[in-house]
C-alpha cells in the first residue's frame, strides 16, 4: 500500500512540474510575439525622467547674547543689542544625474520601428536588461507597453533605436541579434 501511495505521489510531482513548464512556455511566447491591442485613443503617459532639483531652506538662530538688558541710567528703559543680518547659505543643489537607460515612453515618433531586446513583467527587471545592454554598447530604453496598442499589455518592453522604415530597423537587428538572440523589429503605435 505505501509504495503505491508514494508512487502516486511521484506521479503527480511530474505532472504539476510538466504543466508549470508548459504554461511558461506558453507565456514565452505570448511575451516573444506581441500582438496589437485596441486602443480607446488615450495618449500615452509621460513619466518624468530627470531627478527633481533640492533646494536648502534656510533656518533662523537666536543668538542668546541679542536679549534685551536693563540700561543703568534709566531703570524704565531696556537697550537691545544691534541684531547682525544673517545671511543664508546656499547649500549645494542636488544634480539630476543620467542613467544610461531611460524609463518613460518611446523616444521615436509615432509608427517608428524600433528592436525590441526583451519584455519584463516589472520596471526594475528591465531596467536591469537595459544597463546590461549598455554594458554591451547598445543603447537600450525601457517604456511601458500599456501605452502602446502595437504592444500587448502589461510588460515593461527593452527597446533600442527608433527607426523610420521596418528596412532601417531590420538592418540594424543583425548587431543587437549577436547579444540579444530573441531580438526582434516591431512597430511602435500609441
Not at 93 to 102: I, S
Not at 108 to 116: A, F, K, P, R, V
Not at 128 to 147: F, Y
Amino acid at each position: 500500500m505505501p509504495i503505491y501511495l508514494g508512487g502516486g505521489l511521484v506521479a503527480l510531482a511530474i505532472l504539476g512540474v510538466i504543466l508549470a513548464i508548459a504554461a511558461m512556455s506558453d507565456r514565452e511566447e505570448t511575451a516573444a510575439t506581441p500582438t496589437p491591442t485596441p486602443s480607446a485613443g488615450v495618449p500615452p503617459q509621460e513619466t518624468p525622467s530627470a531627478l527633481p532639483t533640492i533646494t536648502a531652506v534656510p533656518t533662523e538662530t537666536v543668538d542668546p547674547s541679542l536679549t534685551p538688558t536693563p540700561d543703568p541710567a534709566d531703570p524704565n528703559a531696556t537697550t537691545t543689542p544691534e541684531e547682525p543680518t544673517a545671511e543664508p547659505t546656499a547649500e549645494p543643489t542636488a544634480e539630476a544625474t543620467e542613467d544610461p537607460t531611460t524609463t518613460g515612453g518611446f523616444s521615436g515618433n509615432d509608427g517608428d520601428w524600433t528592436i525590441i531586446l526583451a519584455s519584463e513583467d516589472s520596471q526594475s527587471a528591465a531596467d536591469k536588461v537595459a544597463e546590461e545592454a549598455a554594458g554591451k554598447s547598445i543603447t537600450a530604453e525601457v517604456l511601458n507597453s500599456d501605452d502602446y496598442s502595437t504592444l500587448n499589455g502589461g510588460f515593461w518592453v527593452v527597446y533600442s533605436g527608433a527607426y523610420a522604415t521596418k528596412k532601417e530597423a531590420q538592418d540594424a537587428l543583425g548587431a543587437v541579434k549577436a547579444e540579444y538572440s530573441d531580438a526582434y523589429v516591431k512597430k511602435i503605435q500609441a
